[in-house]
């Protein structure tokens, strides 16, 4: 497990690993700065979540930029999430890459 998300409370478990939020979203990325996890409120009552979750018995979905791809005890190829916020977060906090406007 690389992130815990409990409440309004995150723990990023892997060494390296960032993350950033704003009110409307919060992203994690690895050393390298790829999203692993985003969740994002694009409209007043829409949220996009983006990542890739493990489920009990090796099953996986990944949800992505794509759509969402499914996979049982089988590779479940990592999804391309475009990254929404600025890093490293300390310096950029709270700062987004590109703020799309919500749509109503």
């Known amino acids: 497990m690389a992130v815990e998300l409990r ?10 690993w960032d993350y950033n939020w704003d009110s409307n979203g919060i992203e994690v ?3 390298n700065q790829v999203p692993y996890f985003q969740i994002d409120r694009i409209g007043r009552r829409l949220v996009t979540i983006k990542g890739l979750f493990l489920g009990t018995k090796g099953r996986k979905i990944a949800l992505s930029d ?17 990254k929404i916020f600025a890093y490293p977060s300390r310096g950029n906090l ?11």
């Open 29 to 31: 990325v690895d050393e």
């Open 94 to 104: 709270h700062k987004r890459v590109a703020t799309p406007p919500l749509s109503q």
């Open 66 to 82: 794509g759509g969402m791809n499914f996979g049982i005890n089988s590779p479940v190829k990592f999804p391309h999430i475009t």
């Open 7 to 16: 409440k309004t409370k995150i723990a990023v478990i892997k060494p390296g």
